[in-house]
């Protein structure tokens, strides 16, 4: 295996792991907020119970995604740092901002977000848990931001040749608003949503099919599955105009996450299928005419083959399609389990349809699943780029680091890793399996009580 080819696993791995945080702390701390308000709205204190939990769960998360995003940071000057000095003064704008608007505003806020409940007044409390959201929030935009702008560049100029080029902004509202990065952006964060959501949804079920904390899970499913299925509707949404701003700005890439290697009308969608890199095809069962469709509001009108373009652009065919096709199948899951949860919910059988709790225990694994596979699309798609139609892969590695080093650190990588991955899993574990309620807090009081009354007696 060669330099290149050790450099992108290497950080396609840690990227990947870095992932399974983020987007919880996103998608979670929009749901505080929504659980939080209605316990200031209302009152009603299994709310502020639910809001405490999952605080809890989301510092867990938060420290993790802190902790792994560094790792990043190092690979981009040590891996790939003919690349960091090529896009140094569009990212180093891009990112200095997330450091400003997003760590700051969650550093700022998050202590009083984790520990004031009960030392500062109800309403200061709600708006640190909007500011730390919002801080949130803001990192993955600028992230996406810099993401979206290897995928569609704007708003610059190369100066420079050879090694010695990079890319100076000339416009930096092109930057920003570059063509893919509204549509990039609302897919990515209604992912995030996504994710947040169906950690609910399978917490949630698993206490009430252990019959634990039951009005804690009522409250924590309801909420959930209902969200649940906006978040599903929204994102049908996102992904179609998503997938028409791809046809549009990278056509290469859609015609790989449909396996379409000739140009004809009518092109199919494909719904399951296999490819065949060396006929060139796609095997497997497909709608006619759904792709055009989809993509230009027209049956007939053909999408353009891969054989259009050179055979030196394409990316890797199957990577590509069956990580798109991934994607589409986890959201289908997703939308087969809110339907089926919220028809057992209006009929008040939830609590009784054991099989469906249990299963739903798993359904979290499905967000990750299709942000992943959303992801690797993404990605696998802008191959041979790392800069779309501007710079290569290839040339973007760093040429003084050696093969054995890249290697050497990726076994490093993934013990470390692996060794984090058990650690987070046992104590994600130990905050659920104890459960909303601090049962320590409960004792105390209890016994508390116990000596005043006593003291009162006497």
């Given at each position: 295996?060669?330099?290149?080819?050790?450099?992108?696993?290497?950080?396609?791995?840690?990227?990947?792991?870095?992932?399974?945080?983020?987007?919880?702390?996103?998608?979670?701390?929009?749901?505080?907020?929504?659980?939080?308000?209605?316990?200031?709205?209302?009152?009603?204190?299994?709310?502020?119970?639910?809001?405490?939990?999952?605080?809890?769960?989301?510092?867990?998360?938060?420290?993790?995604?802190?902790?792994?995003?560094?790792?990043?940071?190092?690979?981009?000057?040590?891996?790939?740092?003919?690349?960091?000095?090529?896009?140094?003064?569009?990212?180093?704008?891009?990112?200095?901002?997330?450091?400003?608007?997003?760590?700051?505003?969650?550093?700022?806020?998050?202590?009083?977000?984790?520990?004031?409940?009960?030392?500062?007044?109800?309403?200061?409390?709600?708006?640190?848990?909007?500011?730390?959201?919002?801080?949130?929030?803001?990192?993955?935009?600028?992230?996406?931001?810099?993401?979206?702008?290897?995928?569609?560049?704007?708003?610059?100029?190369?100066?420079?040749?050879?090694?010695?080029?990079?890319?100076?902004?000339?416009?930096?509202?092109?930057?920003?608003?570059?063509?893919?990065?509204?549509?990039?952006?609302?897919?990515?964060?209604?992912?995030?949503?996504?994710?947040?959501?169906?950690?609910?949804?399978?917490?949630?079920?698993?206490?009430?099919?252990?019959?634990?904390?039951?009005?804690?899970?009522?409250?924590?499913?309801?909420?959930?599955?209902?969200?649940?299925?906006?978040?599903?509707?929204?994102?049908l949404v996102s992904?179609?105009?998503?997938?028409?701003?791809?046809?549009?700005?990278?056509?290469?890439?859609?015609?790989?996450?449909?396996?379409?290697?000739?140009?004809?009308?009518?092109?199919?969608?494909?719904?399951?299928?296999?490819?065949?890199?060396?006929?060139?095809?796609?095997?497997?069962?497909?709608?006619?005419?759904?792709?055009?469709?989809?993509?230009?509001?027209?049956?007939?009108?053909?999408?353009?083959g891969l054989n259009?373009?050179?055979?030196?652009?394409?990316?890797?065919?199957?990577?590509?399609?069956?990580?798109?096709?991934?994607?589409?199948?986890?959201?289908?899951?997703?939308?087969?389990?809110?339907?089926?949860?919220?028809?057992?919910?209006?009929?008040?059988?939830?609590?009784?349809?054991?099989?469906?709790?249990?299963?739903?225990?798993?359904?979290?694994?499905?967000?990750?699943?299709?942000?992943?596979?959303?992801?690797?699309?993404?990605?696998?798609?802008?191959?041979?780029?790392?800069?779309?139609?501007?710079?290569?892969?290839?040339?973007?590695?760093?040429?003084v680091v050696s093969?054995?080093?890249?290697?050497?650190?990726?076994?490093?990588?993934?013990?470390?890793?692996?060794?984090?991955?058990?650690?987070?899993?046992?104590?994600?574990?130990?905050?659920?399996?104890?459960?909303?309620?601090?049962?320590?807090?409960?004792?105390?009081?209890?016994?508390?009580?116990?000596?005043?009354?006593?003291?009162?007696?006497?």
């Amino acid at each position: 295996m060669d330099l290149l080819m050790l450099s992108r696993i290497q950080f396609g791995f840690t990227a990947t792991f870095h992932y399974l945080f983020p987007p919880m702390t996103i998608g979670l701390s929009w749901m505080i907020v929504i659980i939080e308000g209605l316990y200031l709205k209302t009152g009603n204190k299994i709310y502020k119970e639910m809001a405490q939990f999952w605080v809890r769960i989301f510092a867990l998360f938060f420290a993790m995604g802190v902790a792994t995003g560094f790792v990043l940071v190092f690979a981009f000057g040590n891996n790939w740092s003919t690349f960091s000095k090529f896009v140094g003064d569009v990212f180093g704008t891009l990112l200095a901002a997330e450091g400003v608007f997003a760590f700051f505003l969650e550093g700022g806020f998050l202590g009083i977000m984790l520990f004031g409940w009960d030392r500062v007044k109800p309403w200061v409390h709600y708006l640190s848990t909007i500011l730390v959201t919002f801080g949130a929030t803001f990192s993955a935009i600028w992230i996406v931001m810099a993401n979206s702008w290897m995928q569609t560049p704007a708003g610059y100029k190369i100066i420079g040749e050879g090694a010695n080029k990079r890319a100076v902004i000339t416009s930096l509202w092109d930057v920003y608003f570059n063509p893919s990065f509204i549509d990039r952006l609302v897919h990515v964060l209604l992912g995030c949503w996504l994710v947040g959501i169906f950690l609910m949804v399978s917490v949630g079920a698993y206490y009430m099919a252990r019959k634990k904390h039951m009005e804690f899970a009522k409250f924590t499913l309801k909420l959930s599955l209902v969200t649940a299925m906006v978040a599903l509707i929204l994102q049908l949404v996102s992904a179609d105009s998503t997938a028409r701003g791809v046809a549009k700005n990278q056509p290469v890439k859609l015609a790989a996450m449909e396996g379409v290697y000739e140009t004809k009308e009518y092109t199919p969608f494909t719904v399951i299928g296999i490819v065949d890199t060396e006929n060139e095809k796609v095997y497997g069962i497909s709608i006619p005419g759904l792709l055009s469709f989809l993509t230009f509001r027209n049956f007939k009108e053909a999408i353009p083959g891969l054989n259009e373009f050179p055979k030196e652009n394409w990316p890797h065919i199957p990577s590509v399609f069956y990580s798109y096709h991934i994607m589409v199948y986890a959201w289908f899951g997703m939308l087969l389990y809110s339907i089926i949860g919220l028809i057992l919910w209006y009929r008040d059988r939830l609590e009784k349809a054991k099989w469906f709790l249990w299963t739903t225990v798993f359904s979290v694994s499905l967000p990750y699943i299709a942000n992943t596979a959303g992801w690797f699309t993404a990605e696998f798609g802008r191959q041979p780029w790392i800069v779309y139609n501007v710079m290569r892969t290839v040339e973007g590695a760093s040429r003084v680091v050696s093969r054995e080093q890249v290697l050497g650190s990726l076994i490093m990588f993934s013990v470390v890793y692996s060794i984090l991955f058990v650690l987070f899993i046992f104590l994600l574990n130990r905050k659920i399996q104890h459960g909303p309620v601090e049962e320590i807090a409960i004792l105390k009081e209890k016994h508390y009580k116990d000596i005043f009354s006593k003291g009162a007696d006497l």
